[in-house]
């Protein structure tokens, strides 16, 4: 054999040895980017990347290598990435998310600010379809508001979380901008009637006491728009997003005729379990009190005497029990601290009902 295939076949061995590396590395790379999908934690790490060239290269003996470890580490890293944005994709591509509206509304800019574009996303007509999409499981995970700044909360999906027994698992706002929306040409003289969301309505309601119009609510701002679409008349209009507009051929004819504006909508992600990740600080639970004087004010001295920040409370009526409700309650901290496990014992041990209902990052 010659010198020259002697080396050659060395260059094979080194060469076997770095393909079972690279298998390795990658196989490793999987787990760190499924580590951070499941807690929410940003793919892309810069400073450990600088870190990753900078040890290497301190490692070589010959410091003429120095600048090729560099860009052969370099290109590792790029195609690590590659790969890995490759799996999220196909793995967000097998989630299904259900949201209420249509294209256009504001829960599917929720759901596309918190989700990106990747998963699969399909909307139902009800808050309460949301829920059995999840039950019934049609749909890995739900959006649906819970909360706006100007007009309060939304009960029905207060009472739903607790009927179906689904969690809370995220949350994203949106600053909300109600516009009237109608057929192109249409002016203001020409409205009567106006079909929105009643949420919607009420965020506009300076707005549309000084008009005598109709308002009439509807399923959605979004379906709102595809109704004026449907109707095509010029005497009717619709109030919601410039989206919804967009997409329905309309146009707006007043822009953000909210009473306030800043007006933000929480929304939340629901899902069927409890998810525990690296960033959560919020809880959410639902409680209610034996009828007895005194005993909220028990229940709430229990976040005080642990430490705890309330961050929200409502209340909604206990169907069948007149003046006894249900406490929803959202508090600061870490299910896994000994401060948090003893108050929610507490709150448990002096509760007529109890149930952690989310385990999330606060916005």
């Known amino acids: 054999m010659s010198y020259l295939e002697d080396v050659r076949e060395e260059i094979d061995k080194v060469d076997k040895v770095l393909t079972q590396q690279f298998e390795k590395r990658m196989e490793l790379v999987t787990e760190v980017f499924k580590y951070k999908i499941k807690n929410n934690i940003k793919i892309l790490n810069s400073t450990r990347e600088g870190e990753i ?4 290269t301190d490692l070589l003996k010959n ?3 120095e600048p090729y470890l560099k860009e052969f580490f370099i290109k590792i890293l790029d195609l690590s990435k590659s790969f890995q ?3 999220i994709n196909q793995a967000k591509s097998q989630i299904k998310v259900s949201y209420q509206g249509t294209t ?6 929720a759901l596309l600010e918190y989700f990106g574009d990747e998963v699969n996303s399909y909307p139902v007509k009800k808050f309460e379809d949301v829920f059995k999409e999840l039950k019934e499981g049609n749909a890995n995970y739900g959006v649906v508001p819970i909360e706006n700044s100007s007009t309060g909360a939304i009960n029905e999906v207060y009472d739903l979380l607790r009927k ?6 995220g949350n994203t706002a949106l600053k909300i901008n109600q516009n009237l929306i109608g057929l192109k040409g249409s002016k203001l ?8 969301h009643p949420q919607a309505l009420d965020q506009c309601s300076e707005f549309l006491k000084k008009r005598d119009w109709a308002t009439i609510p509807y399923h959605n701002t979004a379906m709102a728009a595809e109704l004026i679409k449907k109707k095509n008349v010029n005497y009717i209009a619709a109030i919601g997003s410039k989206k919804a507009a967009e997409f329905n051929g309309l146009e707006i004819i007043k822009e953000n005729i909210n009473d306030n504006n800043n007006n933000y909508t929480r929304f939340v992600i629901i899902g069927k379990t409890i998810e525990t990740k690296d960033d959560n600080n919020a809880i959410s639970l639902v409680f209610s009190n034996p009828h007895k004087p005194g005993a909220l004010y028990d229940s709430l001295a229990i976040f005080k005497r642990n ?3 309330m961050i929200r409370i409502e209340s909604r009526p206990i169907i069948d029990s007149p003046w006894e409700y249900f406490f929803y ?3 600061e901290g870490d299910i896994n601290k000994d401060n948090v496990k003893k108050a929610l014992s507490e709150i448990e041990s002096n509760s007529n009902y109890f149930k952690v209902l989310g385990y999330y990052k606060n916005i």
């Open 53 to 56: 060239i900078r040890k290497n």
């Open 63 to 65: 410091k003429d290598l």
């Open 85 to 87: 944005n490759h799996e």
């Open 104 to 109: 256009g509304s504001f829960s599917e800019q």
């Open 164 to 169: 179906y027994g689904l969690y809370i698992v």
């Open 189 to 196: 003289e020409d409205i009567r009637e106006i079909y929105s």
């Open 307 to 309: 430490n705890l920040n």
């Open 329 to 331: 309650v959202d508090l």
